[in-house]
């Protein structure tokens, strides 16, 4: 597609609720980033994919977040037993490949919000 | 620990004024520093810059990054209402299994009035 474009835009869910939030990334686009954006905050570092294989997941808070990217292209972001902390706005971000020069481009977000 | 410190956190100024903003880093296994501008949605890139000393522009804006001082700032010249939005800076580093992730500051929440 043109852009990054993640879905849903909102996610309203009471605690305790398991969520799953998509992105597709820009065609062609080989790394595929997840970022959490608190309001008034810049985005914070939770996983990243090369095609399929997941390089890093260290900003992950903890189990109950996993992410996949099955084929390399769509990936979804999973949040278990969700609770009221995990209410943010989550993106992604794609870009070429990793080497310099490669400039990560996000979408829209989706904005989560746990009751 | 990573880190990215932007400045002024807020700023309020005239159309056609002209701004500067501030950012600096503390990374270990610097690759690049990035500016995007964030509106109501994505933030939308701007510039990338990994060379010392070398101004990247495009139209009224214009960057430069200061690899001594571990920073960089980014210029708005003659300030338009559309220019109001949050810029992010955001610094690559090398993460693990060789990743590259951004590190971002908190933004600087940029203000034109008419």
């Known amino acids: 597609g043109a852009g990054v474009s993640q879905s849903p835009r909102y996610k309203v869910t009471k605690r305790g609720q398991d969520v799953a939030l998509r992105c597709d990334p820009i065609s062609g686009h080989v790394s595929l980033y997840w970022y959490r954006q608190a309001l008034g905050q810049g985005p914070e570092f939770l996983t990243y994919f090369n095609y399929e294989a997941q390089q890093d997941k260290s900003g992950l808070p903890n189990d109950r977040f996993s992410a996949e990217r099955p084929e390399g292209s769509i990936s979804t972001l999973t949040i278990q037993r969700t609770e009221q902390r995990d209410s943010a706005m989550y993106r992604c971000?794609?870009?070429?490949?990793?080497?310099?020069?490669?400039?990560?481009?996000f979408g829209d977000g989706t904005r989560l919000s746990i009751l | 620990e990573d880190k990215v410190v932007q400045s002024p956190l807020s700023l309020v100024v005239h159309e056609g004024d002209t701004v500067t903003l501030n950012c600096s880093y503390e990374v270990t296994n610097f690759r690049s520093l990035l500016w995007y501008k964030q509106e109501k949605k994505a933030p939308t890139f701007l510039f990338m810059l990994t060379s010392s000393g070398i101004e990247k522009k495009s139209g009224r804006l214009s960057s430069i990054l200061d690899k001594k001082e571990l920073s960089s700032i980014l210029n708005i010249t003659a300030t338009q209402t559309g220019d109001s939005a949050i810029y992010l800076c955001?610094?690559?580093?090398?993460?693990?299994?060789?990743?590259?992730?951004?590190?971002f500051g908190q933004g600087t929440r940029l203000t034109i009035n008419p």
């Open positions: 955001a610094v690559e580093a090398r993460g693990g299994q060789g990743a590259q992730k951004l590190v």
């Open positions: 971000a794609s870009s070429r490949w990793t080497g310099v020069n490669q400039p990560q481009h």
